[in-house]
């Protein structure tokens, strides 16, 4: 995909997970001081999206969770042989 305005879009509407992440800290003479601390994270970043092999795709269907699915070339499955119409030029 190169639309950055359209992987912006869908990177928000598929949401966000929390992440929990630890930080340590250690000065001379104290002991180790720990803190945990939560973040949300993009489930998928715009650039993520903007990376994502021609072969795979979003769905998004309302009340659904967005899934990642392989692209159906419907075109070139001879599954699909003579079950529609090739663009003329």
């Given at each position: 995909m190169n639309d950055f305005e359209t992987a912006k879009w869908l990177s928000q509407m598929?949401?966000?997970?929390?992440?929990?992440?630890?930080?340590?800290?250690?000065?001379?003479?104290d002991g180790p001081s720990f803190s945990n601390n939560l973040t949300g994270r993009d489930l998928l970043t715009l650039h993520e999206i903007m990376q994502m092999p021609p072969d795979l795709q979003l769905l998004r269907v309302?009340?659904?969770?967005?899934?990642?699915?392989?692209?159906?070339?419907?075109?070139?499955?001879?599954?699909?042989?003579?079950?529609?119409?090739?663009?003329?030029?």
């Open positions: 598929i949401g966000q997970e929390t992440s929990r992440f630890q930080t340590d800290s250690f000065k001379p003479g309302q009340g659904q969770p967005s899934a990642l699915a392989k692209k159906l070339r419907y075109y070139a499955d001879p599954e699909f042989a003579g079950l529609f119409t090739p663009e003329t030029r």
